[in-house]
């Protein structure tokens, strides 16, 4: 049974990241009937930051921890059994500040961790995530993309695309909903904005 992790940054329910991922999820399901989706909504509940507690606790032998540093990682330990059950996974993002929004950095900080999804060896890190692939939903009110004045303001993609590789995630492909604030200025509807990127979103999930 293939199962997919849906999640989603941004704290607008109408938002337009949001609805890619959920137009995805929707494919995914139709194409995987007995498919097992798991959502994880970052805005509902935003991960704890971690701290001093957490970070000794990461770096002490399991065997070692103590009752609170196994409660300091317990919401890492979830967090990372999703994306270790996760044959694909679909990741919506508004991008805020030309970043990505901070309860997604904040699970970013909490699965990127020594000893569960990376490990040092002999020629350095090696992801331990292997044969999964992310399809990355981007929303942004500008355009970002190459080749356009913006390019170089664009922090979300080529990051996401270093940290998923860096736990081992190397297939993840981006759609990206650039210049949405056309929609705000009344130069377009969104129905007319959003269709090529949802049929892209549609193609990528078939």
């Keep these: 049974m293939s199962t997919l992790l849906h999640i989603d940054s941004s704290p607008l329910e109408s938002s337009i990241s ?13 194409k995987n009937p007995s498919g097992k989706v798991i959502d994880r909504d970052l805005a509902a509940i935003a991960p704890k930051p971690i701290d001093q507690l957490w970070i000794g606790a990461a770096f002490t ?12 990682l317990s919401e890492s330990d979830v967090l990372i059994s999703e994306l270790e059950q ?3 996974i679909v990741i919506g993002i508004a991008m805020h500040n030309f970043s990505v929004p901070s309860v997604l950095k904040l699970w ?3 699965v990127v961790r ?11 890190p090696e992801g331990q995530l292997k044969d999964k692939r992310v399809t990355v ?50 130069a377009i ?18």
Excluded: C, H, N
Excluded at 18 to 30: A, D, I, Q
Excluded at 189 to 206: G, I, M, N, S
């Design 18 to 30: 949001r609805e890619l991922t959920r137009e995805f999820t929707k494919t995914w399901k139709t």
């Design 61 to 72: 032998p399991e065997a070692a921890r103590t009752p609170e540093q196994v409660a300091a």
């Design 86 to 88: 996760a044959d694909e």
């Design 108 to 110: 970013i900080d909490q």
């Design 114 to 124: 020594s000893g569960k999804t990376f490990a040092y060896g002999a020629s350095g």
């Design 137 to 186: 939903a981007i929303a942004s009110g500008g355009v970002y993309e190459s080749g356009t004045p913006a390019a170089s303001m664009d922090f979300v993609a080529p990051y996401i695309r270093s940290i998923l590789g860096f736990i081992g995630i190397t297939d993840v492909r981006f759609v990206t909903a650039a210049g949405a604030s056309q929609i705000m200025m009344g």
């Design 189 to 206: 509807d969104r129905e007319t904005f959003l269709k090529p990127t949802l049929d892209q979103v549609r193609e990528l999930a078939a």
